[in-house]
């Protein structure tokens, strides 16, 4: 039996219309299997389609925040990266907003910093069709592995790198 889990929120985002865009829900999807299969406490998962300001609210009532989101950028399966308030930047436009805007706000507004961290899942195909590519799809399954068993092993995830 693992020792508690602080509170931790799994944020999925992305558009599940444009295939591998919904990986961040269909992330979610599993961690949700996973989190009532397995009986974990202490973890919430939400998901929508883009991050929002009003999600620093959301976080706020965390010790850590994992945004989950496809990317086009030239990685392997996916990547785990800290995200810090100090890499917000100015947004052109408020309807989308990245991970460090949000936890940057959530410092200014709720004086809380969760810890938090972004889990970028490579994606391939970006048509209108709810289906995730072969690609993605098993990118989706490696990510689900990596997270379940950092999250039941009692490790420093400062120190994570893939």
């Not at 490579?122 to 709810?130: A, C, L, R």
Request: one cysteine or more; proline letters at 4%.
């Amino acid at each position: 039996m693992m020792k508690p889990l602080p509170k931790i929120l799994i944020y999925g985002y992305g558009n599940p219309g444009r295939q591998d865009d919904g990986l961040g829900a269909a992330f979610i999807a599993k961690m949700e299997r996973w989190v009532t299969e397995n009986k974990v406490e202490n973890i919430q998962l939400d998901t929508n389609y883009q991050l929002n300001i009003e999600d620093a609210e959301l976080i706020s009532a965390y010790e850590k925040v994992i945004f989950v989101d496809a990317t086009i950028e030239d990685i392997a399966q996916f990547n785990f990266t800290k995200v810090k308030p100090s890499d917000a930047k100015v947004e052109f436009s408020m309807h989308a907003v990245s991970p460090a805007f949000v936890l940057d706000l959530c410092r200014k507004i709720f004086n809380k910093s969760p810890e938090a961290w972004l889990l970028h899942l490579k994606g391939f195909e970006w048509d209108f069709k709810e289906e995730l590519s072969a690609d993605a799809t098993k990118n989706l399954e490696e990510a689900t592995v990596f997270l379940t068993k950092l999250i039941t092993q009692e490790k420093n995830w400062s120190v994570i790198n893939t």
